[in-house]
């Protein structure tokens, strides 16, 4: 019999880094992956390493084909873009903050992007802030390579009246002219938002040139609705973006987002109040307090963050 010979202790050490390097992705921020990417030839300079990435997602897009884009933000910085399988790609909801692993490919967009691993998304907490917008005029998208991948608004601007298309594209017109949306095909043959609205989205470079990837629209008369809402103490109870005592406005949206009837329920609940269906805090009924076109008006707005999650589908 041959002896067994014992492998040394640097032989050991050396097995269990590399069975590590396997194992264990590299931890950066989605700026530091993002650095990876020329913004001029948009080619990825590493496609070897795998990355661990925390951040917010701020937009997500499902685009012609069934391929879903979304973007990931250390909060105030550029976004980096990301693949996802459609297994994984429901956890990618705007404002939830994730941890996902993947090596940098190609993107959907003729751009690198970080394509993940599958069942890597991991999520924390959600409804976070992804910063502040950038607010831009429409004539800023003939080249928006200086805010390329940011968190930008657009404000005051209309849609032509009609339907949105399946082929994921849109168009706005405001004072500064006329501009490109990239849309979720999720939302093919819904009415668009009628009315000045702000978009917010992220800019990317299509084919057809620059557009803004549509994540939220919002009516343009944000500042009056507010307003309106403290008179009525709303802001006691709720937020737009983040539970309280009450649900988010978005959340509320979220539940009524597909139902023909939302409004009619909306403008009832503040009317009569109640109690269970958002937890064990009851909601005093403010029918006496709150005029009927008051109720409609907050109801409309309410719903306007519907398109949180419709633009994500």
């Known amino acids: 019999m041959f002896p067994v010979m014992k492998p040394s202790f640097s032989q050991r050490l050396s097995a269990m880094a590399a069975a590590l390097c396997v194992?264990?992705?590299?931890?950066a921020t989605p700026t530091e992956v993002l650095a990876k990417i020329d913004p001029a030839t948009g080619k990825a300079s590493?496609?070897?390493?795998?990355?661990?990435?925390?951040?917010?997602?701020?937009?997500r897009t499902v685009l012609p084909g069934g391929q879903v884009v979304a973007w990931v933000h250390a909060v105030g910085e550029a976004g980096l873009p990301v693949v996802a399988p459609v297994a994984d790609a429901t956890l990618l909801a705007p404002r939830n903050e994730v941890t996902l692993v993947g090596k940098l490919g190609d993107g959907p967009l003729g751009r690198a992007?970080?394509?993940?691993?599958?069942?890597?998304?991991?999520v924390g907490m959600t409804n976070k802030s992804v910063g502040a917008a950038e607010v831009r005029p429409p004539a800023f998208f003939a080249d928006?390579?200086?805010?390329?991948?940011?968190?930008?608004?657009?404000?005051?601007?209309?849609?032509?009246?009609?339907?949105?298309?399946?082929?994921?594209?849109?168009?706005v017109k405001g004072?500064?002219?006329?501009?490109?949306?990239?849309?979720?095909?999720?939302?093919?043959?819904?009415?668009?938002?009628?009315?000045p609205v702000n978009v917010f989205?992220?800019?990317?470079?299509?084919?057809?040139?620059?557009?803004?990837?549509?994540?939220?629209?919002?009516?343009?008369?944000?500042?009056?609705?507010?307003?309106?809402?403290?008179?009525?103490?709303?802001?006691?109870?709720?937020?737009?973006?983040?539970?309280?005592?009450?649900?988010?406005?978005?959340?509320?949206?979220?539940?009524?987002?597909?139902?023909?009837?939302a409004l009619a329920k909306l403008v009832s609940?503040?009317?009569?109040?109640?109690?269970?269906?958002?937890?064990?805090?009851?909601?005093?009924?403010?029918?006496?307090?709150?005029?009927?076109?008051?109720?409609?008006?907050?109801?409309?707005?309410?719903?306007?963050?519907?398109?949180?999650?419709?633009?994500?589908?």
């Open 46 to 59: 590493d496609t070897a390493t795998e990355f661990s990435v925390t951040g917010v997602v701020s937009t």
């Open 175 to 195: 004072d500064g002219g006329e501009m490109k949306l990239l849309v979720s095909t999720g939302v093919a043959d819904l009415d668009v938002p009628p009315g």
């Open 113 to 122: 992007a970080l394509v993940l691993k599958k069942d890597s998304v991991k």
């Open 23 to 27: 194992v264990v992705a590299r931890a």
């Open 201 to 261: 989205g992220i800019p990317v470079k299509t084919a057809d040139g620059w557009a803004l990837a549509a994540s939220r629209f919002l009516p343009s008369n944000a500042k009056a609705l507010q307003a309106l809402a403290t008179k009525h103490t709303c802001f006691t109870c709720h937020n737009p973006d983040m539970k309280m005592v009450g649900p988010a406005y978005r959340d509320v949206a979220a539940r009524y987002r597909k139902d023909p009837e």
């Open 269 to 313: 609940q503040i009317e009569k109040g109640g109690t269970g269906k958002w937890g064990p805090a009851p909601m005093p009924a403010l029918g006496t307090k709150v005029p009927l076109e008051d109720r409609k008006t907050l109801s409309e707005w309410v719903l306007h963050y519907r398109w949180d999650w419709l633009l994500a589908e």
């Open 144 to 171: 928006a390579a200086a805010l390329a991948g940011r968190w930008v608004q657009v404000t005051n601007v209309t849609f032509a009246p009609g339907k949105f298309g399946k082929d994921g594209k849109a168009s």
